[in-house]
T-cell receptor, first 113, second 117 residues
Framework: AQSVAQPEDQVNVAEGNPLTVKCTYS??????LFWYVQYPNRGLQFLLK??????LVKGSYGFEAEFNKSQTSFHLKKPSALVSDSALYFC???????????FGAGTTVTVRA | NAGVTQTPKFQVLKTGQSMTLQCAQD?????MYWYRQDPGMGLRLIYY???????DKGEVPNGYNVSRLNKREFSLRLESAAPSQTSVYFC????????????????FGPGTRLLVL
C-alpha cells in the first residue's frame, strides 16, 4: 500500500524567510511524486512533480522540491516566502503502473507580512 | 481552454435524495478521476476511468456510481445521499493512466460542495 505523511498541520513563516513543507512517502517500486496547492474555495493547482532524473525539481511560483530516496522524502521549499503563498499544500505519490494517487492530509501555510 | 469544469458548484440535499455531479474536460485527456476532500484527510479517490469505456473503484466507492459518458465527460451519482457524504468533490483528469510519467499529472476542477442534511 502506498501512503504519504505530511507531519506538520501548519507552517508559519514571516515574509521573506525560507519556507519548507515536509513530505515523506511509502510506495512499492519507483515513486511518482507531486505537490499541489489549494487556495480557499478553489481546486488544486499543480506545482511540480518528480518522475525521474535530477533529484531537485523546480516548479511554479519559485517553488522547488528535493527527492531523497534514502529518506523517502520530497520536501517542498521556497527560498523567500510571499504573503500570497499562504494556502493549503498537498503532497501526493503514485507507484509505477498504478492509477491511484495517494494524498497527504495537507499542510496549511501562513506567511505573515 | 477551460480545463476541467464541474457543475453544480454547491448543492444541498436531504438524506435519501439522489443527484449527479457533472464533470467535463477539454484537454483531450484519457483518464478521469473523482475525489472527495474532507478536513484533515486529504483527498480520497472514489472512482476513476483510465480510458473511455472503463471505470474502476478507488479507495472509497461505497454509495457512489459513475458513468464515463464519452472522452470528455465523467459523472458521479449519489443514489441515496447520506450525511456522511457531505464533502467537497473534485474531478480531475490526466493525459494518461500509467503509461508514462510525464503524462501523469492530474488537473483538477474547482470542486462541488455538497451538504447532506
Amino acid at each position: 500500500a502506498q501512503s504519504v505523511a505530511q507531519p506538520e498541520d501548519q507552517v508559519n513563516v514571516a515574509e521573506g524567510n525560507p519556507l519548507t513543507v515536509k513530505c515523506t512517502y511509502s510506495v512499492s517500486g519507483n515513486p511518482y511524486l507531486f505537490w499541489y496547492v489549494q487556495y480557499p474555495n478553489r481546486g488544486l493547482q499543480f506545482l511540480l512533480k518528480y518522475i525521474t532524473g535530477d533529484n531537485l525539481v523546480k516548479g511554479s511560483y519559485g517553488f522547488e522540491a528535493e527527492f531523497n530516496k534514502s529518506q523517502t522524502s520530497f520536501h517542498l521549499k521556497k527560498p523567500s516566502a510571499l504573503v500570497s503563498d499562504s494556502a493549503l499544500y498537498f503532497c501526493a505519490v503514485r507507484g509505477t503502473g498504478d492509477y491511484k494517487l495517494s494524498f497527504g492530509a495537507g499542510t496549511t501555510v501562513t506567511v505573515r507580512a | 481552454n477551460a480545463g476541467v469544469t464541474q457543475t453544480p458548484k454547491f448543492q444541498v440535499l436531504k438524506t435519501g435524495q439522489s443527484m449527479t455531479l457533472q464533470c467535463a474536460q477539454d484537454m483531450n485527456h484519457n483518464s478521469m478521476y473523482w475525489y472527495r476532500q474532507d478536513p484533515g484527510m486529504g483527498l480520497r479517490l472514489i472512482y476513476y476511468s483510465a480510458s473511455e469505456g472503463t471505470t474502476d473503484k478507488g479507495e472509497v466507492p461505497n454509495g457512489y456510481n459513475v458513468s464515463r459518458l464519452n472522452k470528455r465527460e465523467f459523472s458521479l451519482r449519489l443514489e441515496s445521499a447520506a450525511p456522511s457524504q457531505t464533502s467537497v468533490y473534485f474531478c480531475a483528469s490526466s493525459e494518461a493512466g500509467t503509461s508514462g510519467g510525464n503524462r501523469e499529472t492530474q488537473y483538477f476542477g474547482p470542486g462541488t460542495r455538497l451538504l447532506v442534511l
